[in-house]
Each structure stands twice: as C-alpha cells, then as structure tokens.
C-alpha cells in the first residue's frame, strides 16, 4: 500500500517542490515561522493531487514506459475512478492549508499550477516536447507560494527574478532528462526536442543553459545577498557552470545532474546567506 501510494503521490518530487516553497519562504522572512510548514505541506499535496490527475491523464502513455508502466492508475492496481477520489483528496486539504498560509493570492495560484500542468502542458506533452515551456510556469512557483506566505510582495523584481531562475532551469532540467531516457520515451511515442529539431536542438539546449547560468549571476545584483562570501560563491557557480557548458551538455546524464546540483546549491547559498543575516547563523 505505503509503495503504491509513493508511486500515486510521488512523494520525492512532492518533497522537492515543498523544499521549494520553503526556500522562498526564508528568503521573504528570513526565520522559519507557522506559515513556513502550513504553506509547505499545501504545496507538498498540491503537487500529489497534480501528479495523481497527470496519471489519469497519461495511463495509456504510462504503461508503454518501463519507467511509470508500474504506477497504480497504469497497471490497473487502481481504478481511475478511485484515483480520482485519491486526487480530490489530496487536493482539497492542500487548498485549505494554502487559504491559511497565504490567503486568496495562494489559491488563486494554485488554480494557474492546475490548470497550466493538468489542463495545458500535459495535454500538449503529446504533441510536442516544448509543451514545456507552459509546464515550467508551475513548476517556477513554489518558491513563490513560499515567498507569499512569509508576507513578501508578489511585485518584487526579487521573487520575479527567482522564478525566471526556476523557470529558465527546467528548460535543460527535463530535456536532458529526456534524452537520459530517450529509448523510454521513443516506446511510448512522446515527442522529443532532438527529433522534433534535430539540426537545433543542441543550440537550443545550449542557449536555455547558459540563459539559466547568466541568471544566477544576476542573483548578487539583487538585495538577495548581504555575505560577500555568499555573492563570490554564487558568481562562481555560475561562471563555471557557463564555462564547462560544453563538456557538462556532452553527455545527458552529466548535464542533468550539473543542472541539478547547481540549482540546490545556489538555493542553499542563499538560504545560508538569509540565516546569517538574521543572526540564525552566527
């Protein structure tokens, strides 16, 4: 029961987008607070009632994959009736706990991440791997739950720049991914950038890296960093990651996990360098 509700839920990537929220959250507030966990567990079973609606949409697609052809909804274990109900369940609390945290705003928001990952992208996800690019919208906004919910204002040219970061490292974080799993994806008939563009697709990959690198290194522009430690770090991270481009984007499975790493790196760098400057840290 417990791995199928972990196959349903997918717990991992929940915990990573709640980590997310959390992350944006500290950067508002700069201290952990009530409405850091409640925002952070909403977000968590939004995710989970998005990844159960995204299996009923693709069961047919999830069993022609070796990666997903054991999910619940796929292999039949789970009636799709019954998925739904599991979905609306996790839905609903989500909607209440994200009400608490942050008010109408989060709600609202909430409806853009369904309707842009449920009604939009994975639709479109058929048809064409740059479906993605409505799919990172949602994907940009969990630190933007968090930001809110810790009382930030949702015009700051701070939280903006974070989530064009988010946005701009999904571009290679699921190309590559793709490509890592190219055979996978091939079997079940998705649409990959590298077929759909074969004579571009690495100068678009490499454009949508370096787009993604160059806006971490507008990060110590904005007052998101007091440390000068923490500021050299970050620009380091990002004049490397520019500079080793070539041989990260070489191989799919080294370029996916560069693109990872650099990502929950900087998030830790700036989480460090708000502790700090709240006197958490000493």
């Known amino acids: 029961m417990l791995r199928a509700a972990s196959s349903l839920f997918r717990f991992r990537v929940a915990g990573m987008v709640a980590l997310s929220c959390v992350f944006g959250y500290l950067l508002a507030a700069g201290a952990a607070g009530p409405d850091m966990v409640t925002s952070a567990a909403g977000t968590f079973l939004l995710t989970c009632a998005c990844s159960v609606f995204n299996q009923i949409q693709e069961k047919d697609l999830d069993a022609r994959m070796p990666r997903t052809r054991n999910r619940p909804v796929a292999s039949g ?140 290194l507008l990060l110590p522009v904005f007052p998101f960093i007091a440390e000068t430690a923490v500021r050299i770090a970050v620009c380091l991270a990002g004049i490397t990651g520019l500079a080793a481009s070539g041989y990260l984007l070489a191989s799919p499975v080294r370029g996916f996990h560069a693109v990872n790493v650099s990502m929950l790196f900087v998030m830790l760098l700036l989480v460090v360098d708000r502790l700090v400057t709240s006197g958490i840290i000493t």
């Open 77 to 216: 274990r789970l009636p799709t009736a019954a998925a739904w109900a599991v979905g609306m369940a996790a839905l609903l609390p989500a909607l209440i706990l994200l009400h608490a945290a942050g008010g109408v705003r989060l709600v609202l928001l909430s409806a853009a991440v369904l309707a842009l990952y449920n009604g939009v992208y994975t639709p479109m996800k058929k048809y064409t791997a740059f479906s993605l690019l409505a799919g990172a919208v949602p994907g940009a906004l969990p630190p933007v739950f968090g930001w809110l919910a810790a009382g930030g204002n949702l015009y700051s040219p701070e939280i903006a720049l974070l989530f064009i970061v988010y946005y701009l490292w999904q571009v290679p974080h699921f190309w590559l991914r793709a490509e890592r799993d190219r055979q996978s994806y091939l079997a079940a008939g998705l649409p990959l950038p590298s077929v759909e563009l074969p004579h571009r697709y690495h100068a678009l990959l490499r454009l949508w890296y370096a787009s993604y690198m160059v806006a971490l």
